[in-house]
């Protein structure tokens, strides 16, 4: 387990940066001078005389946000990767991929912890002699109460740089797993040190684990500090999916920061409350709420509403009775952070098998963020006017996600989420979420976009009844699932 890390440094100028290493630092390790951050990471064999130098992408992910941009080409132009060596030389690291893994965000998101931490960030390094790649990876999971070694490279400054690696036990104090169980995203029985991030996880048979992520401190639990980690399966899923060939252009998640902030709590008073998508118009500075209308309790016209957790007000703008689960809001000040309006009106149809995202938030109140469930898109059910009325995807979703959006993997806005199906019977268990489609109602975006108003045809429209969807739940029963196209694995 010896040298097979090291320590990767960050230096930039970007007041940005500088900003976020003092907020993630302690005064006394911030140097002040250069405007560097140090951190862990591991080696891997990437592909014939180069190497993968794999660490957590926390800080940039975070800086990346702040800037706007999620293109590696520019957060590279603000800041310089290197790896430091133990006879003082620094190499340069050349940055390839800031991955996101959207199942480690859920599960931390159910944690209200930061969906930062599901970043991983890779480089590619010419391999060296004193370069030694990770032989043995653990190929089992790992089990509540299992200890296991973090191996952290520090840096001890006096006169030069002198590495030394040490190691850490601890236990497993939590698991979560995917419905396989090979990913797994650890909580360990201890805090971790700043810089100790990116650092490599072994069992005590000497086999790889996976990566230490950054120390975060949950305030909902007094304040306690939680370190996790992910395992080696989360890391290197990339790679296989890619057949190690990282392409640059597979890995653009802007999108993924624009769903979150514009899907919105919203409320009707206490104990009636779910999710709703905000609709900007930024040229007229107007700004709407959509949302499935079995949420709400008042959905008469003039109605309130109250979005997000700054509690903005807003009313409803037609009546929706019987409709197809879509409700319409119109906020009384304009509200940042939303899809822009332009960006509703398109007729691109998604197709049965792509991915898509579900984005709400959980049944709780006040979250402080909404969580992502990722899955695609099994069915497109039409009437008989062959216009699609609903849209049937395999994400899993919660109770509090009704009125979110589903997104495709162009951050699209698809429908708005309406309900879920759940069975488990003889040993069968399968989900279904179904969504109410956006393209029925793009008229009414193309009138308040151009008019600022509907029309009757647009009124028409967002009233329109159909029974359709009520009897889509009564078709799924288990023994009918077949007939929209979805046989249930076993």
């Known amino acids: 387990m010896e040298n097979f890390g090291g320590i990767i440094r960050m230096a930039s100028e970007h007041p940005k940066f500088i900003e976020l290493i003092q907020n993630v630092e302690t005064p006394s390790t911030v140097n002040q001078k250069n405007k560097i951050h140090q951190q862990n990471c591991s080696f891997h064999k990437f592909k014939e005389n180069h190497n993968l130098v794999i660490s957590t992408g926390y800080l940039i992910a975070k800086f990346a946000q702040a800037i706007k941009s999620f293109n590696i080409n520019i957060i590279s132009q603000h800041i310089e990767f290197s790896l430091l060596l133990q006879d003082d030389k620094e190499i340069r690291l050349n940055l390839i991929c800031l991955n996101y893994d959207d199942w480690i965000a859920e599960q931390l998101n159910t944690c209200y912890i930061e969906i930062e931490l599901a970043f991983i960030v890779y480089f590619e390094v010419p391999t060296i002699n004193n370069f030694q790649n990770i032989p043995k990876y653990c190929k089992q999971f790992l089990v509540q109460g299992e200890e296991v070694l973090i191996t952290s490279s520090t840096q001890l400054l006096k006169f030069k740089r002198i590495q030394q690696q040490y190691y850490r036990k601890a236990q497993v104090s939590q698991i979560f797993t995917n419905q396989n169980s090979s990913k797994q995203?650890?909580?360990?029985?201890?805090?971790?040190?700043?810089?100790?991030?990116?650092?490599?996880?072994?069992?005590?048979?000497?086999?790889?684990?996976?990566?230490?992520?950054?120390?975060?401190?949950?305030?909902?639990?007094?304040?306690?500090?939680?370190?996790?980690?992910?395992?080696?399966?989360?890391?290197?899923?990339?790679?296989?999916?890619?057949?190690?060939?990282?392409?640059?252009?597979?890995?653009?998640?802007?999108?993924?920061?624009?769903?979150?902030?514009?899907?919105?709590?919203?409320?009707?008073?206490?104990?009636?409350?779910?999710?709703?998508?905000?609709?900007?118009?930024?040229?007229?500075?107007?700004?709407?709420?959509?949302?499935?209308?079995?949420?709400?309790?008042?959905?008469?016209?003039?109605?309130?509403?109250?979005?997000?957790?700054?509690?903005?007000?807003?009313?409803?703008?037609?009546?929706?009775?019987?409709?197809?689960?879509?409700?319409?809001?119109?906020?009384?000040?304009?509200?940042?952070?939303?899809?822009?309006?332009e960006d509703i009106i398109f007729s691109e149809i998604p197709e049965v098998g792509s991915t898509v995202y579900a984005v709400g938030y959980l049944y709780t109140l006040f979250q402080y963020k909404p969580c992502i469930a990722k899955g695609s898109i099994i069915k497109i059910i039409y009437d008989q006017h062959n216009e699609i009325i609903s849209i049937v995807t395999d994400c899993y979703i919660h109770n509090g996600y009704s009125g979110g959006g589903l997104f495709n993997s162009l951050g699209q806005l698809l429908g708005i989420i309406s309900f879920n199906i759940y069975h488990s019977t003889e040993g069968v268990i399968c989900d279904l979420s179904y969504i109410t489609p956006i393209f029925p109602f793009k008229i009414i975006f193309q009138d308040l976009a151009i008019q600022k108003k509907l029309s009757q045809i647009s009124i028409d429209k967002l009233k329109l009844q159909i029974k359709l969807s009520s009897e889509i739940r009564t078709l799924c029963t288990l023994r009918e699932l077949p007939q929209i196209g979805y046989t249930p694995k076993l």
């Open 185 to 341: 995203l650890m909580m360990l029985g201890m805090v971790s040190q700043i810089g100790q991030e990116g650092g490599s996880i072994f069992n005590l048979k000497g086999e790889y684990i996976g990566m230490l992520l950054q120390n975060i401190k949950i305030s909902r639990i007094n304040n306690r500090y939680c370190t996790f980690c992910i395992n080696w399966v989360v890391i290197s899923s990339i790679l296989y999916k890619l057949n190690y060939k990282l392409s640059l252009s597979q890995f653009k998640y802007d999108f993924i920061d624009q769903m979150l902030k514009a899907t919105k709590y919203i409320s009707q008073g206490a104990g009636q409350f779910g999710s709703g998508i905000l609709i900007n118009d930024t040229q007229n500075q107007q700004s709407y709420i959509i949302t499935a209308n079995h949420i709400l309790s008042e959905n008469k016209k003039g109605s309130k509403l109250l979005i997000g957790v700054e509690q903005y007000e807003a009313f409803i703008m037609e009546e929706s009775f019987n409709n197809m689960d879509f409700a319409l809001g119109k906020a009384k000040n304009f509200i940042l952070q939303g899809l822009n309006i």
